[in-house]
């Protein structure tokens, strides 16, 4: 069975820092690309970052520079830093599983999918 499972997530105010996880089971990690993506009410998903298994990472435009995606491959787990953050990021996020190892943002192209973990931003 191939699990994700999301935490870290919470209430921050603007400008604050989070860290998310995204730790798996049932597979080993290091043989995917993983990836982060978000949704908010009324908006469409969108992808957040990836990393492959090489760790060759990739990020939308508008978290470059301000979130950081890593991976720890000894504890199956991947990592979102996320500072500066804005009212603007509050969303759920979530990490998904890619077999093929693209490292690509295009949410249709991960095989498995964590529940995902609420970030809010806000005062």
């Known amino acids: 069975q191939l699990q994700l499972v999301e935490s870290g997530g919470g209430l921050v105010q603007p400008g604050g820092s989070l860290r998310l996880s995204c730790a798996a089971s049932?597979?080993?990690?290091?043989?995917?690309?993983i990836g982060w993506f978000r949704q908010a009410p009324g908006k469409e998903r969108e992808g957040v970052s990836c990393?492959?298994?090489?760790?060759?990472?990739n990020y939308a435009r508008s978290m470059l520079g301000r979130f950081t995606i890593s991976r720890d491959n000894a504890k199956n787990t991947v990592y979102l830093q996320m500072n500066s953050l804005k009212p603007e990021d509050t969303a759920v996020y979530y990490c998904?599983?890619?077999?093929?190892?693209?490292?690509?943002?295009?949410?249709?192209?991960?095989?498995?999918w964590g529940q995902g973990t609420q970030v809010t931003v806000s005062s």
């Open positions: 998904a599983a890619d077999s093929s190892d693209w490292g690509t943002l295009r949410s249709y192209e991960y095989d498995s």
């Open positions: 049932g597979f080993a990690l290091d043989d995917y690309a």
């Open positions: 990393i492959t298994s090489g760790g060759v990472t």
